[in-house]
């Protein structure tokens, strides 16, 4: 037996109830308490069962905003930084590209002087070759006459 179906029971008695009536009438109560009381409680448990997945899903909603906006400045601010390396990168490319172009011009001015240099050289060489051929030719002409002077004509078989 509970302490309350007893508290119960000496409480009827005392008031002059019969000790079995006393103990029918406070077994009854009790089973009243109880009937009404695990209800009771159910909806008590159910309702802050309720309050605390009401918390739960309110402060999830709060997170999961705080998370979205997060997640909206970051992807705003790599946007930013994207853009901004794009334009540095452009710039530098376009830089590249001016100075590759200003190095060519400078190459191909360089390789035509030197070609034109080259040129002047083997025209000064050719005409150097020309004159020591004329030269040569002057000189084997010369040796040759007199070759041609020295020897003496076979003689005429009459």
Do not use: C, H, W
């Not at 309720?50 to 909603?61: E, M, N």
């Not at 400078?106 to 004159?131: C, H, I, P, Q, S």
Request: glycine content about 6%; hydrophobic content about 45%.
């Amino acid at each position: 037996m509970s302490a309350a179906l007893d508290n119960d029971v000496t409480n009827f008695t005392a008031a002059g109830v019969p000790d079995p009536q006393a103990r029918a009438i406070a077994t009854a109560l009790d089973d009243v308490r109880e009937k009404s009381t695990v209800p009771a409680l159910k909806r008590a448990v159910y309702g802050v069962g309720v309050a605390v997945t009401s918390i739960i899903i309110v402060t999830a909603g709060f997170v999961v905003t705080s998370l979205r906006s997060e997640i909206a400045a970051t992807r705003n601010g790599l946007k930013t930084e994207v853009a901004s390396a794009r334009s540095e990168l452009k710039a530098d490319v376009l830089g590249l590209r001016n100075e590759i172009k200003t190095e060519v011009t400078g190459l191909r001015g360089e390789m035509v002087g030197r070609f034109e240099a080259t040129n002047a050289r083997v025209d000064a060489t050719r005409t150097e070759v020309k004159a020591d051929v004329a030269v040569l030719r002057s000189e084997i002409n010369a040796k040759l006459d007199a070759l041609l002077r020295q020897q003496t004509p076979p003689p005429l078989r009459p």
